[in-house]
């Protein structure tokens, strides 16, 4: 048998990416067999096939790169996924858990390397940097299981990140003190530059993502774009003396607000990342680790064992003081600590720019069995990491899914009907729909498209398919279900108004009509008659933005709108998209009405940043076009004639909305409201609603003679 040993490591490029992406195809399964974390498994094929394993592969540029873009992206998507209105309410919390999590590991890894390892003060701080600071390496495992907006998560990963900050912080100091430099000029320069790069970048980058949405909706450039707003962060911290990791966790942040978590573009981001960068970024992590070292002598094993418990240790008594301090479950506890438990990403670069340096006499400030001692910390800390999240993970789902669940849950008959007759509106239409859905319910779309049964329904019924197969592509970027449907009626209103009964729908979703001259109605052809023939909640949608760039929402609440049985519907439905959005939304209205509002989204979405404005009057509503923004969204609560919240001044709408609204996005909403079933016709109900009655008619000729 001939000796194939010359065959390894293997160079080839093309041999290299093929043996990488059967680690990430194959990982994941052995390791579900096994009942282990398929993180730990990236880790564990990353040793085998390393020079510290059987030398299969080379652990060359290409793992530099690809490493280094998937720890950037575990960065960046843990900035993309807080929810930054709970930090903001939650501010004190992050600084306590920061700090805990950043000083009880530092001052017990600088008494342990004085003390224990007999290190020097300044390889004692360097030590002491190293075990303060923790990766997010078990992040991916939130993702998978849907916690990324659980309380504990969110604390973890802002405390992650204040402890990172803080360890290169003092990193940069001793770097700054070996190298001689001025500790005067060197901490005033190095504060002014890390200033300047967070004014810049919270001030530049906003403005530019707004204009680039703007005008740009191809779903490629939007995510280029977004990649190069990532790297130039990370490279911008890397000038400023600080990792790229710092850089990139902020242009998440940054992005935030303009990428919600059920859009396909996050959709992309996401799917990317864990499918490629990140796997890379965790076999190179175990390709760095040599087990042998282990049986090299007890001096490494006790430095081995020493970090593993130091690190372990400190940074469970921070996570579960923060738990009690704070009150919160045993649970939530466990996840703290395991997300906060494993180095990598900081723990490496540290320890390579420590391999750089050196001291007076001459040795270098990290030596063989530091070095050995932090790869194997790593490796058992990140094992350690991903067994507690995961275990956690389920743990939280289980007590979640135990809880009984609300009435209004329930009882929800969500099921959302989508009439597309304009390839302009589609796509808004359908985002606006993912944004409001229920993500639990996991119920599906309805697209429908009704075309003229005349001459040309042939020609339009093709278009009307394509429509629909585009909408349903739309859709299935977020994983959300489109059930399709095209028609022939000779009204429009009555094939929508068949198409809502034969599918059970709760509310539809359409585009405003287009007015294509001055002498075009606003309704159009068919909207009235579908208002006044459906008692179900309609929103009527003009979307002149991208969604994602929305800044407010502005409401219009007419009076005695809580008395409609769809006053709660269009609450919760605005709700979801505040909370998607990221925005803020401002509620115009009475006090008794805005005081229900208040009191329902603070029982069922206490995270959205609500504001209430009083409006005694509804002929106070042209005033709020000061107040409406083109980057805002405004939504005009109304009714339909003959119900309780309804108002004559309703039927000037359609004037004041041209004259004082003409340009900012705009959402009609007529809710559910009482009234008979349809088709059902008695002799005290009309069959028909005009669109203006003939009083006002009068008027407006008394008016103009």
């Given amino acids: 048998m001939s000796d194939i040993s010359h065959y390894f490591p293997i160079t080839n490029p093309t041999l290299i990416f093929f043996v990488v992406l059967c680690i990430i195809l194959f990982a994941p399964i052995i390791m579900a067999r096994l009942r282990i974390p398929h993180i730990i498994g990236m880790v564990l094929a990353g040793i085998i096939v390393g020079k510290y394993g059987f030398n299969i592969l080379e652990r060359d540029s290409s793992f530099e790169l690809f490493g280094k873009v998937g720890l950037l992206y575990i960065m960046f998507l843990a900035g993309l996924e807080m929810n930054l209105t709970d930090i903001m309410r939650k501010r004190f919390r992050f600084m306590i858990f920061g700090l805990l999590t950043f000083l009880v590991p530092f001052v017990m890894a600088y008494c342990a390397g004085i003390w224990l390892l007999g290190y020097s003060s300044v390889t004692s701080l360097l030590l002491a940097c190293i075990l303060a600071s923790n990766t997010l390496i078990a992040y991916p495992i939130v993702c998978k299981y849907g916690l990324q907006k659980h309380p504990s998560v969110g604390l973890s990963v802002g405390s992650s990140m204040i402890a990172l900050s803080m360890s290169l912080l003092v990193l940069a100091a001793i770097v700054g003190t070996t190298d001689n430099e001025s500790d005067i000029t060197f901490w005033v320069l190095f504060v002014a530059k890390v200033a300047l790069f967070c004014v810049a970048t919270s001030m530049l980058i906003p403005r530019l993502t707004r204009w680039f949405f703007r005008r740009h909706a191809d779903a490629v450039m939007l995510y280029i774009y977004v990649m190069s707003v990532l790297f130039l962060s990370a490279a911008a911290s890397e000038m400023c003396g600080l990792e790229g990791i710092f850089g990139a966790f902020v242009a998440g942040l940054i992005l935030n607000r303009f990428i919600p978590s059920v859009s396909p573009l996050m959709n992309r981001i996401e799917f990317i990342g864990n499918a490629l960068f990140i796997p890379y970024f965790l076999i190179g992590v175990g390709m760095l680790i040599n087990i042998r070292v282990l049986f090299h002598g007890w001096e490494t094993l006790g430095v081995v064992c020493c970090m593993v418990f130091i690190g372990t240790v400190s940074k469970a008594i921070a996570a579960y003081t923060s738990c009690m301090a704070f009150r919160m479950p045993l649970i939530s506890g466990h996840m703290m600590f395991g997300l906060t438990e494993a180095h990598a990403a900081g723990g490496i670069a540290m320890t390579m720019v420590g391999m750089n340096m050196r001291m007076p006499d001459g040795s270098y400030l990290v030596d063989a069995n530091m070095l050995n001692g932090v790869v194997m910390m790593i490796l058992f800390t990140c094992i350690i990491s991903s067994f507690v999240v995961e275990n956690s993970a389920q743990k939280i789902l289980l007590s979640e899914k135990m809880q009984p669940e609300e009435p209004e849950r329930t009882g929800d008959d969500e099921k959302m009907l989508l009439p597309l007759q304009h390839s302009e509106n589609a796509d808004s239409l359908v985002n606006l729909a993912i944004l409001m859905r229920n993500k639990k319910l996991n119920r599906g779309l309805i697209g429908l498209n009704v075309v003229y049964d005349d001459i040309y329904s042939g020609r339009n019924q093709t278009a009307g398919r394509k429509l629909l197969e585009h909408a349903e592509a739309v859709a299935g970027l977020v994983d959300v279900r489109m059930q399709t449907q095209s028609r022939l009626a000779i009204n429009i209103a009555n094939g929508i108004k068949h198409a809502f009964k034969e599918n059970d729908a709760s509310e539809i979703i359409m585009g405003l009509h287009r007015r294509t001259d001055p002498s075009d109605s606003f309704w159009g052809a068919y909207t009235q008659g579908l208002i006044s023939e459906i008692n179900r909640q309609i929103m009527i949608c003009r979307i002149v933005r991208p969604l994602n760039t929305i800044r407010r929402i502005q409401v219009a609440v007419p009076s005695r709108v809580e008395f409609e049985p769809g006053f709660y519907r269009w609450t919760e439905r605005l709700a979801r998209l505040t909370d998607n959005l990221g925005c803020r939304i401002v509620f115009h209205g009475r006090r008794e009405t805005l005081s229900l509002i208040n009191e329902y989204i603070q029982n069922r979405h206490p995270d ?49 909305l041209t004259a004082a609204f003409p340009a900012c996005s705009l959402m009609l909403v007529y809710p559910d409201q009482n009234g008979q079933p349809q088709d059902v016709m008695t002799f005290t109900a009309p069959q028909r609603q005009e669109k203006e009655s003939a009083y006002s008619t009068i008027l407006k000729l008394l008016k103009r003679h």
């Fill in 608 to 656: 959205i940043r609500a504001e209430y404005e009083v409006m005694q009057h509804w002929k106070e509503f042209t005033s709020l076009s000061g107040t409406v923004n083109d980057d805002h969204l405004l939504v005009v609560v109304t009714a339909r004639p003959g119900t309780v919240s309804y108002k004559p001044a309703f039927e000037r709408l359609p004037e004041e």
